[in-house]
């Protein structure tokens, strides 16, 4: 464990103020693949963004496809490389539970 981080920050949906908070979590988790989901209940969105590092990418995880994989239970779309992605959505409600399920899917790849 440890390979992957998924965490939901409520109210958070500016890409920018997503991007500082995994700039953060990527300097005490280097080694670690990394996602957020921005949630903003009262406009309906979801916002995403992936980091997968070099290591792990070796091992089979692309954020491209981690973030497909997340959005697409959020109401929305999104893709990128391998190693960086972002997507939105249209289900706040469900960033949860996408957070949880993407963070099995994420490691089942790196096996």
Known sequence: ????????????VE???LLAAMD????SH???ACMLLGTDHEAGKVVMVARVPDT??????????????V????????GGRPDMAQAGGSKPEC???AAVDGTNWALEQLK
């Open 15 to 17: 890409r920018d103020d």
């Open 1 to 12: 464990e440890g390979d992957v981080i998924a965490s939901v920050m409520e109210g958070v």
């Open 95 to 97: 960033a949860q539970e």
């Open 24 to 27: 953060t979590i990527r300097g």
């Open 71 to 78: 959005a697409s239970m959020c109401g929305g779309g999104g």
């Open 30 to 32: 280097p080694d670690s």
């Open 56 to 69: 792990l990418i070796e091992r089979g995880l692309k954020a491209g496809n981690w973030i497909k994989h």
